[in-house]
């Protein structure tokens, strides 16, 4: 299988290349302080135009009737109409098989945390938004945002370190929490942590730039430089100009319960605030959970329908279907706020970002892994959207958006993992550069 080349792949092939010279080994680099800060920094603030260089995951509960979230010759279907504005940005898959087990753990398995720990390992692995932290999030004042809409925070499809991730439901708390109860602080004392590496590497250059050829050097100054705006983005909270922070409507406290749909606008605001100012590289909406059991009582449609749980599992599927295409919007609005949002390098949010909606079922209403429907999202060069296509296995998607981003050296091979079949990148997703 061809291996996809990205301007991530060159940049860091070209980089361990001239480091070797100084006789650093190149293994002992990978693992340093230095190494870890140049490749993040070079990353996240020199993906270039086209590159990738940010991560969305969508979470929607139980999936969707079969063959009713699909894409085929420019025609949505039924439960996927939401997406007709945006779906010239979109793959959709509806043949996946999830990772994980539905409602056997939670969802958890949908991002490579499910099933027995490798041998010789006490706990499952982290999950795959959590190793991104590690390389997209390291140059981040916010490794990774995990939000979620009446999620309760139980069950939820990060882990961490033994434990899951508790995502924050109330859109006003994490607002709060990125930019201070005035929309424009963040807290010191985590700039100064997340600083420290970085200034670490800045020294760890220094002395390395003395054992280079003058052309070397030349190189070497262009990390360096990457690292010292990274620097001055911690110093500065948010990126500079960053001043127009979105001011929340709708007359919410955040903690409404059947105002789904507002909190979800306010969590998906919360996002591309986020990544317009720099904060954060990484992010997981994780709308409802898989039990299901929420009502959008705001909607007066799906009030009448009860809780989504009775909705997947009524002898039809209208109910089922009024909820998924409930949910299609709701990603459909993100995908239009990336594409109306510039960021810092003057460049709409969506050409430098994939989104990856995920679920932890096919068909809920029989609890089944086959035929699970994605959606895969970007403006970016690397994908060519409005199309339908084959996957064959979640986890394989996780290793194409591994490759897309350009840290598919550093990341578990999800595909061996969970499936053991090593089939790894999806061949002919997304476009070689």
């Known amino acids: 299988m061809k291996k996809l080349k990205t301007p991530q792949d060159v940049q860091r092939r070209n980089f361990l290349k001239t480091v070797a010279s100084s006789g650093i080994a190149v293994n002992t680099l990978k693992a340093s302080a230095l190494g870890m800060g140049i490749m993040a920094s070079r990353t996240a603030a020199a993906a270039g135009p086209g590159g990738l260089k940010r991560v969305i995951f969508v979470y929607t509960p139980d999936g ?61 692995i982290d999950t795959y938004d959590v190793h991104l932290e590690k390389y997209l999030g390291a140059a981040s004042v916010i490794p990774s945002l995990h939000l979620g809409v009446e999620s309760n925070s139980e069950n939820c ?44 590497s800045l020294a760890e250059i220094r002395a390395i730039k003395a054992k280079l050829s003058a052309s070397e050097v030349l190189r070497m100054e262009e990390h360096e430089e990457a690292i010292e705006r990274m620097i001055a983005n911690f110093d500065q909270g948010t990126t500079a100009g960053c001043d127009d922070i979105s001011q929340f409507k709708y007359g919410l406290d955040g903690t409404e319960i059947g105002e789904f749909a507002k909190i979800s606008k306010m969590q998906c605001q919360n996002i591309v605030d986020a990544f317009k100012c720099d904060l954060t590289n990484v992010a997981t909406l994780h709308l409802g959970n898989h039990s299901a059991e929420f009502t959008i009582s705001a909607d007066p449609e799906l009030a009448a329908l ?12 209208i109910g089922y279907g009024a909820y998924r295409r409930f949910f299609t919007e709701r990603l459909a609005e993100l995908i239009a706020l990336l594409k109306t949002t510039k960021g810092s390098d003057d460049e ?75 089939g790894g990148v999806v061949s002919g997703l997304l476009t070689a550069v």
């Open 306 to 317: 009860g809780t989504y749980h009775t909705a997947v599992h009524f002898p039809d599927t």
């Open 157 to 200: 499809i990060g882990f961490r370190s033994k434990n899951r991730i508790k995502y924050q439901d109330n859109p006003i708390a994490a607002f709060t929490g990125m930019f201070g109860a005035g929309g424009e602080a963040v807290d010191p004392a985590s700039i100064a942590r997340k600083k420290a590496p970085f200034e670490s």
């Open 348 to 422: 709409f949010l969506i050409e430098s970002t994939l989104v990856l909606q995920i679920t932890c079922m096919g068909n809920g209403n029989a609890h089944d892994q086959a035929q699970a429907p994605f959606t895969l999202v970007s403006g970016s060069t690397q994908m060519v959207g409005g199309r339908g296509f084959n996957a064959g296995h979640s986890y394989n998607l996780l290793d194409t958006v591994s490759a897309a981003l350009g840290v598919d050296d550093q990341m578990p091979k999800y595909a061996s993992i969970g499936t053991g079949d090593g």
């Open 64 to 124: 969707a009737p079969n063959g009713t979230y699909t894409l085929n010759n420019g025609t949505l279907g039924e439960n996927a109409v939401g997406l007709e504005a945006v779906k010239d940005n979109c793959i959709i898959f509806d043949d996946c098989t999830t990772g994980g087990n539905g409602h056997s753990d939670g969802g958890l398995g949908i991002l490579g945390g499910a099933g027995t720990p490798p041998a010789g390992q006490e706990f499952r």
